[in-house]
């Protein structure tokens, strides 16, 4: 009897051709892509560097990062402001301001200041990126007095380089600050495209969906009626999840709560079409339930939610162009901490509409009516 059992089960198992691939193909890209999409170790961080002392220690300090592999030197602003406005379009993720007089203090024994300021949008980038830079300056300065040992006896004290850290929009790093948005996006994508996903291969198995085929309900009014029950449910979730974060984390957004719901206009049909594409194809809720957690996986983990996607490998960077969660977190956290308005955030409502088309459009072709 046992033996029977088995033999059915593996048989209904490989009769489905799709299952046994997607069995192969989900370790596979799990163990080889992930190691490197999903590090630790933050890298590519973009620094401007503001030197206000153009002397030879300023210069060797900016050398010295430079050489890291943890920064990319984009700019050398004139002023500290025109490095803020770099991190207001996203051309950088730290500006660092040597002072004037820097190399006088130093050899004076007294103690200099270098500012960085850092974008804590992305709160573990802009934490880390910090300490980093702050360790490689910590080290110059012992560089320094090893060298100009005589520095010490001009005032009786050691000459020190003191670092001021400034997070922007998250003076405090507080992580809740930036992972409660990037949570708000995850619960939109579980829900919006597991349930869709779930809705057509369902009325499959149960047989109702003949009763829809045979009727003269055109395959664009079909796929319509499945996705705004969604439409509904992402916006009573997340103004739910707008609730909660008030209640129990005081967290508020600094921009407008329209913004965000008009972000997630979009980005729920973006999930509820890829869910629909996903159910067209699919023959069992197995089968379908199993696709969508590899998507929804990939599509999480390649998001930014853990790891900036700076610091992935460049072809790691590529794949997530593709990535429709990415964009919409981008957009939930620029709102949430920087109070940007639909006009910044006009290139990732941009890409995310062209998801919704593609995706919307894609689910309307593969609905079969007739098999």
Known sequence: MIKFLLEKEFKQLLRNSFLPKLILIFPCMIMLLMPWAVSLEIKNIQLNIVDNDHSVISQRLVNKIAASTYFRLKEVPASYQEGLTNIESGEADIVMEIPQNLERDWMNGEEAHILIAANSVNGMKGGLGSSYLASIISDYSTELRSEYPDAAF?????????????GLFNPNLNYKLYMIPALMAM??????????????????????????????VPKFMFILAK??????????????????????YGVVPVGHFMVIYCSAILFVLVMSGFGLVISNYSVTMQQSMFVMFFFLLVLMLMSGLFTPISSMPEWAQMITIFNPL??????????????????????QLGVLLLFAVVFNTWAVLSYRKNR
């Open 154 to 166: 001009v005032s009786g004290a050691v000459p020190t380089i003191r670092i001021d850290t400034l």
């Open 187 to 216: 619960l939109l994508t579980l829900l919006c495209g597991f349930l869709p996903a779930l809705n057509i291969v369902s009325e499959k198995e149960v047989g109702t969906i003949e009763q829809i085929n045979v009727t003269p």
């Open 227 to 248: 996705l705004l029950p969604y439409w509904i449910v992402g916006f009573v979730v997340l103004t739910l999840c707008f609730i909660l974060a008030w209640l129990l």
């Open 326 to 347: 990415k964009y919409f977190m981008v957009a939930m956290r620029m709102v949430y901490l920087k109070g940007s308005s639909l006009v910044e955030l006009l290139p």
